[in-house]
């Protein structure tokens, strides 16, 4: 079970942190982070982080969002800086074993940017 924080309502170029607790059958190695979706578009990789450290982000928010979990307390916490408009979803945390094509969602928690 993932229990997803920290969404809300911003203005262009402030900061925004969520958060992710995983509970239940965690096991490894396992790969947890966050996904997005805005009105009318698929749901898109936006950073993830594998217990053993490697992360992956999407080119867009490179250099803006930064992915970090804590693996003793199987939480992730993603640092949205610079936040511009076109952020504006509905943000999704994920956790799958690392082997796995299955992946596990929280409930989504929205992201709103004002320009």
């Known amino acids: 079970q993932l229990q997803a924080s920290g969404g809300g309502l911003v203005q262009a170029g402030q900061s925004l942190r969520l958060s992710c607790a995983a509970s239940?059958?965690?096991?490894?190695?396992?790969?947890m982070g966050w996904y997005r979706q805005a009105p009318g578009k698929q749901r898109d990789l936006v950073a993830t982080?594998?217990?053993?450290?490697?992360?992956n982000y999407a080119e867009g928010v490179k250099g803006r969002f930064t992915i970090s979990r804590d693996v003793a307390k199987n939480t992730v916490d993603l640092q949205m800086n610079s936040l511009k408009p076109d952020d504006t979803a509905v943000y999704y945390c994920?956790?799958?074993?690392?082997?796995?094509?299955?992946?596990?969602w929280g409930q989504g928690t929205l992201v709103t940017v004002s320009s």
């Open positions: 994920s956790y799958k074993l690392a082997l796995s094509t299955v992946t596990t």
């Open positions: 239940g059958d965690i096991r490894n190695p396992n790969v």
């Open positions: 982080v594998a217990n053993w450290g490697m992360t």
